[in-house]
């Protein structure tokens, strides 16, 4: 069975952080690769981030990059995005995904991930 639990959504406001573990279990705890995703209402999902299972080879959108960051603990098999100073923009559903078959070049693109989690709501007030 393939499981990606998300948590840690919520609504803050402006210039608040929020932290979101994903755990893995099952086929997807083995991948090479997790991410972040996100959609806003009436929007196309956003690449967000996204990790090497072992290396720890890292990247994060330019939109959020002096303010989102992804890590990963193999041991809990868990990839955290940090958000900082969130902004009214940042509103949607936040999406983990993980990926099979290799670990570089990183990927960004919704089809390049095998399984996905059920989503997070994270909602910023002005």
């Known amino acids: 069975q393939v499981q990606l639990v998300e948590s840690g959504g919520g609504v803050v406001q402006a210039g608040y952080s929020l932290l979101l573990p994903c755990a893995a279990s099952g086929r997807a705890s083995g991948s090479d690769n997790m991410g972040w995703f996100r959609q806003a209402s009436g929007k196309e999902r956003e690449f967000v981030g996204a990790?090497?299972?072992?290396?720890?080879?890292?990247r994060v959108a330019d939109s959020v990059k002096d303010r989102f960051t992804i890590s990963i603990d193999n041991a809990k098999i868990t990839v955290y995005l940090q958000m900082n100073g969130l902004k009214p923009e940042d509103t949607a559903v936040y999406y983990c995904?993980?990926?099979?078959?290799?670990?570089?070049?990183?990927?960004?693109?919704?089809?390049?991930?095998?399984?996905w989690g059920q989503g997070t709501q994270v909602t910023v007030s002005s």
């Open positions: 990790i090497t299972t072992h290396s720890a080879s890292a």
């Open positions: 995904a993980a990926r099979s078959g290799g670990a570089l070049p990183l990927p960004s693109r919704p089809d390049e991930f095998d399984y």
